[in-house]
Structures are given as C-alpha cells and as structure tokens.
C-alpha cells in the first residue's frame, strides 16, 4: 500500500525518559525523508512538538488538527505546513484518519490509548483497511499487547483482530511494516458469541 500520510498519536508530555523524544525526532526524520506527511493533533509541545518539528526541518509535510479549546491555550503548533481548528476532540480525530493512510501510536497518555484503541477498533469494525502500529519504544506498549493477549484468550478479541495491532520497536521497521501492508480481508466483528 502507498503511504501518503501517517498519523501519528503521541503524548503531549515528553515522558521521563529521553529515548521517547529521541525516538519522535527519528520517526519525523524518516517520515519526511520517505516523503511520507504526518498528521498529528497540532500541538507544540511534548512528543507532539519534537515530531513535527523534525519531520518540518527535514522538509516533510506536516500537518496538524486541533480542537480550538486547545488552540485557545496557545498549544497549537504555529510552524506546520498547515494546522487545521475544529471544534471537538470528535472531529479532531474522524480528520486525522481521513487525511491518513495508517497510524502509528507513540508512548503517550490516555489520549494516545484512546486514539490508537480507536484506530484498531475501526479496523476491527470494518470502517478502514489501514494499518495500525505501535512504536514500543522502551517496551512502553508491552501492558497493553499483554492485555490483549489475555483478550483473546478469554475470548473477548479473535485472533485475527489481535493481528491488526502491529508491534515494533524500531522506527523504520515498523514503517515498512506500514508500507507493506495488506488488508486482511476480515469479517468484522458483529457481536455474537463466535469467536
């Protein structure tokens, strides 16, 4: 599949560790050096702001959604090659996926949870055939592949869903992973019993 944009979910905290920082310059660096755009929730601060700052002084696209409530509190990043204000965290989020052909989920808060569990939510559904991956940076991401893991063993998460969340721990291996995916032609889930 040809990646046009990536959004990118990730904290508005840089974490207590310098590697989740380091780890936001690189992947921006790789995205504008593949000519990949980022989309990202407009912020300049945090991960947010080292993403996108290295993926604009590399010479990529970056492009940002912010509600206005957080505009308002002068979070928007001011230097992106566009910034888009809508009015709810709602509308942020159906932006960011429509302007995207995956996703990638940085270490981050409950927002990035929510975001990513979202994403890979909607792929389970059948509303997109996109990729969905996380960067474990640090093995950041091992709680949640544990939790769902015990999902499917307790039959809350078939298989085939659970493969929908990829997993690495290297920027470009995971951005190849991006690249070369292939919609698995899944039947969604429907809420019955089977599993």
């Known amino acids: 599949m040809a990646l046009k944009r990536v959004c990118v979910f990730c904290g508005s905290s840089a974490g207590i560790d310098p590697d989740y920082r380091a780890a936001a310059t690189v992947l921006g660096r790789l995205l504008a050096a ?13 991960l947010m702001g080292a993403l996108a700052d290295a993926a604009l002084a590399a010479g990529g696209e ?19 090659t566009e910034l888009r204000v809508v009015g709810t965290m709602h509308e942020r989020k159906a932006q960011m ?12 808060g409950l ?7 979202e994403a890979l939510t909607w792929a389970q559904l059948g509303i997109h055939e996109k990729p969905v991956g996380l960067l474990d940076v640090r093995g950041f991401w091992q ?3 544990r939790f ?17 969340c990829l997993l690495e721990r290297d920027p470009a ?10 919609p698995p ?6 809420g019955t019993d089977e599993t």
Not at 65 to 80: D, K, S
Not at 111 to 117: H, R, V, W, Y
């Open 148 to 164: 769902l893991d015990h999902a499917v063993a307790e039959g809350f998460l078939r298989p085939e869903h659970r493969r929908l």
């Open 62 to 80: 970056a492009i940002g959604v912010i509600p206005r409530g957080l505009q308002r509190r002068e979070l928007g990043h001011e230097g992106l």
């Open 173 to 182: 291996s995971l951005l190849d992973r991006l690249a070369a995916w292939e």
């Open 97 to 108: 996926a429509e302007l995207a052909d995956g996703f990638v989920a940085l270490p981050g």
């Open 111 to 117: 927002g990035t949870l929510e975001e990513a569990a």
């Open 143 to 145: 709680p949640l592949v």
């Open 34 to 46: 593949r000519g990949v755009g980022l989309v990202f929730g407009g912020g300049h601060v945090g």
């Open 185 to 190: 032609g899944l039947r969604p889930w429907l």
